[in-house]
């Protein structure tokens, strides 16, 4: 299976699943929908340290990629695609994601001011670029016989990342540190999330879960991403040992895709207006390393 296809077989697993609505209500959280203007759908991908948003939206011509600064919504379409997804985007602005033109293959991007640069993986079949950090590290995921890899590009060269033993993996994010998170295929155990660090891959499972899926890393380790247990599908928001449940109230599926280094998470979600994307912070909760103060 490839990585275009797994991401919409994951999306999809989602779609229907009623998740519990309680993990957000006791911490005084603040969320607010994120909704494209004339939009049939919104998903909020990715955010940076300045607040800058982008994600990918349906319209009646088609899927566009967007960036939302404050207010202001301006749509990300790659020249000649017939379908474009922003993912990622660092502290200077730059955007990374993925576009079709119709055909059979999926290829990447690199968005700086008003220039794209096409990224392929060389002999790779399609490439898929998912986050960028502030130093302009990119990754993501490519597929080639059959298997899917992740990938580090940086400066013009491309490295692989492959979890040990798995069939499969995908690179989602990576921080000014150039740890990277993502997920793997492993045989009859299915899907874990996992933080590289170095040389050295971390699972990361959520405690009674049977899948878990890694997405977005902040510059102070704190990692999203979403999982299913007994009861369904949940986002989660690891920091540390801790893991906290992140389900939009009143929503049928919580997706998080990122987080910034201020703690803010941006996805989305599924209630009965709608999917719609959504920004979700705490109210009074100032993050630091070391220390936490809820007021």
């Given at each position: 299976?490839?990585?275009?296809?797994?991401?919409?077989?994951?999306?999809?697993?989602?779609?229907?699943?009623?998740?519990?609505?309680?993990?957000?209500?006791?911490?005084?959280v603040r969320i607010t929908p994120i909704d494209a203007?004339?939009?049939?759908?919104?998903?909020?991908?990715?955010?940076?340290?300045?607040?800058?948003?982008?994600?990918?939206?349906?319209?009646?011509?088609?899927?566009?990629?967007?960036?939302?600064?404050g207010m202001t919504f301006t749509s990300v379409d790659m020249p000649g695609a017939s379908s474009t997804y922003a993912y990622g985007?660092?502290?200077?602005?730059h955007v990374v994601g993925?576009?079709?033109?119709?055909?059979?293959?999926?290829?990447?991007?690199?968005?700086?001011?008003?220039?794209?640069?096409?990224?392929?993986?060389?002999?790779?079949?399609?490439?898929?670029?998912?986050?960028i950090n502030d130093n302009g590290q990119l990754v993501g995921t490519y597929s080639r016989n059959t298997r899917d890899h992740g990938f580090l590009e940086e400066g013009k060269t491309f490295t692989a990342i492959d979890v040990p033993g798995a069939s499969d993996t995908y690179a989602y994010a990576i921080n000014g540190s150039g740890q990277v998170v993502g997920y793997y295929h492993l045989g009859s155990?299915?899907?874990?999330?996992?933080?590289?660090?170095?040389?050295?891959?971390?699972?990361?499972?959520?405690?009674?879960?049977?899948?878990?899926?890694?997405?977005?890393?902040?510059?102070?380790?704190?990692?999203?991403?979403?999982?299913?247990?007994?009861t369904g599908y949940h986002g989660f928001l690891k920091d540390g040992t801790t893991f906290t449940q992140l389900d939009v109230p009143g929503a049928s599926y919580?997706?998080?895709?990122?987080?910034?280094?201020?703690?803010?998470?941006?996805?989305?979600?599924?209630?009965?207006?709608g999917s719609r994307g959504f920004l979700l912070g705490t109210e009074g909760y100032h993050t630091h390393r070391d220390r936490r103060d809820v007021h």
């Open positions: 299976m490839n990585a275009s296809s797994t991401r919409f077989v994951l999306v999809a697993a989602v779609l229907g699943l009623v998740v519990g609505a309680t993990g957000l209500a006791a911490v005084g203007p004339g939009a049939t759908h919104t998903s909020a991908n990715g955010t940076n340290t300045g607040g800058q948003i982008v994600g990918n939206y349906s319209d009646g011509t088609g899927i566009h990629g967007f960036l939302k600064d985007i660092n502290g200077k602005g993925f576009y079709d033109t119709g055909g059979s293959n999926i290829r990447s991007f690199r968005k700086e001011g008003t220039t794209y640069t096409r990224i392929d993986v060389p002999g790779a079949s399609d490439t898929h670029a998912y986050g155990s299915g899907y874990h999330g996992f933080l590289k660090d170095g040389a050295t891959f971390t699972p990361i499972d959520v405690p009674g879960a049977d899948m878990t899926i890694a997405l977005g890393i902040n510059d102070l380790g704190q990692i999203v991403g979403f999982y299913r247990d007994g919580t997706y998080p895709y990122g987080i910034n280094t201020n703690g803010l998470v941006v996805g989305t979600y599924l209630d009965t207006t």
